[in-house]
C-alpha cells in the first residue's frame, strides 16, 4: 500500500536536545506517470546542448539508405546504434555561400550553428545555442557552458562577432567552478543566501545603475566596448540573482567526485580521457539545474588533434593520407572519425544512464550535432553530416532518417529550437534562410 508522500516533506527528530530536520531525495513517487513533470504539475525542464566534431564523415559510409524510421545504421555511425530510437539522421543538406569566400573549416561550421554568413561579414547574429539559452537559460545559474576536449579554448557560442564563449579546457577548473563552494544542493530542505553574494550583487547593482549616464558621454566605437563589457557584467549579475533564490528541486541531482587534475592537450588519448571527465560533469550540471544549455566540442576545424609520436594530425592527414582502393575511404582519418564519434556516444550514454522517473536526462535534452564538411578532402558544403539526439521532453520525434537534398541546413535548427519551444518561424539569412522546419518530427 502506498502513503501519499510531498516533495517537500521532511524527516523531524531531536539531536542532543535540538530540533532537526533532514530532507528527502526526489523520489519516483514525486514525478508524474510519464516522468515529464513533477506530481503536482511543475514541469521538468528541457535541456539543449550542441556537440561539434570537424572534418564530417566519409560520404557514403554514414547516410542511411532507408528513409524514415525503420533505416539502419551505415557503418560510420554504428557506435550510434544502441541509441538509435533517441537519434535523428538528417542527410542531403547544404551550406549556401552566397557568393561569400569559403573559409574552410569555419565557413560550414558557422552557418550550422548560426544559420548565417560567417563572422566577419555584414551579417552579425547570435548562434543557435545561445537562442535557445535566451528561453530556457534565464533561471539558472549558468546560462550555458562550454568545454573542449582538445585543450583550445575555443567555441562555436557566440552572441556576436566579437563576444565568442570561450571553452573550459579542464576537467577540473570546470568542477570547481559548477560544484564548488558556490554550489547549492537543489534538494536541500533548506536555504539560506549567501551574505557575500548579496554584497556583491549589489555593488554590481549599484554600477549597473550608472551605465546610462556614461554611455551618453562616450563616441560609438567605446560604446561598443561598453556594451559588450556590461553585456558580461549583466550574465554575472544574473548568476548572483540565481544563487539568491532557492532552487528547483531535481529528480536525479548528485553531486559528482572532483576529477584529477590532468593534462589536456591534443594527444588523441588526451582529448578522449578529458572528454569523459566533461560529460560526467555535464550530465550532473544538467541534472542539478546548474545550466540547461551546452556546447561541447570534441575538435574545431584545423586542429592539431594527433597520435602521441606522431607528426602528422587528423587535419594534415584529410589532405595528404591517399583514399585505399579497396576500402574506399582513408583509413587513418576515418579511425580519428570513429574516435570522436565515440566520444559523442560517451556523451549520450552519460545522459541516457541519469534516471528521471521511467525517462531519463536524455530523454528531455535535445542534442545538436553539427560538423565543418561534407567531405573534409575536398573541403565540401554539401550533404553536411546532421544528427540530433534525445527528445526535448516529448516535443521531439526521434528514431528516424531524414534526407532533403540541396536544402539548407538550417532546417535543422529551426526545428530543434520550434521543439524547444522558441517562438520561431524562420531561421538564417539569404540562401541559408528557411521557413520549413521538418514538421513531421514535431510532437
Known sequence: MSTKVNRRRVLRGMLGGAAISVGLPLLDCFLNDNGTALADGAPLPVCFGTWFAAMGYNPGFWEPTLVGSH????????????FKDKINVFSGMQTFLDGRPLATHETGAQICTTGSI?????????????????????????????VSYEGVPSSWSRRSSSSVNASEVSPLALYQKIFGPSFVDPNSATFTPDPSVMLERSVLSTVSDQRASLVNSLGTADRARLDEYFT???????????QLQKPMPMVACSKPTAPG??????????????????????AHALACGQTRVFNAVGTMGA???????????????????????????????????ARFLDCFSDLLTQLNSVREGPRTLLDRTVIYCSTDHGYARLHTLTNIPLLTAGGANGKLKTGYHLTAPGDTVA??????MQAIGLPLSSWGTMSNHTTKPFSELLA
Do not use: C
Not at 551579417?123 to 539559452?133: K, M, N
Not at 558580461?232 to 540565481?242: A, C, G, P, T, Y
Open 71 to 82: 533505416y539502419e545504421m551505415k557503418p560510420q555511425l554504428k557506435v550510434l546504434d544502441p
Open 118 to 146: 560567417p563572422v566577419g561579414q555584414d551579417i552579425d547574429v547570435p548562434s543557435i545555442d545561445q537562442l535557445v539559452a535566451d528561453t530556457i537559460g534565464s533561471r539558472t545559474r549558468f546560462r550555458s557552458i562550454e
Open 232 to 242: 558580461s557584467l549583466r550574465q554575472l549579475e544574473h548568476e548572483l540573482d540565481v
Open 261 to 282: 587534475d590532468g593534462p589536456h592537450g591534443q594527444a588523441i588519448d588526451l582529448v578522449m580521457t578529458n572528454g569523459k571527465l566533461f560529460t560526467g560533469l555535464i
Open 303 to 337: 586542429s592539431s588533434v594527433h597520435k602521441v609520436g606522431s607528426e602528422a594530425t587528423f587535419h594534415i592527414d584529410t589532405h595528404e593520407e591517399p583514399v585505399d582502393a579497396q576500402l574506399g575511404y582513408q583509413p587513418e582519418v576515418t579511425w580519428y572519425m
Open 411 to 416: 532546417r535543422v535548427g529551426l526545428t530543434v
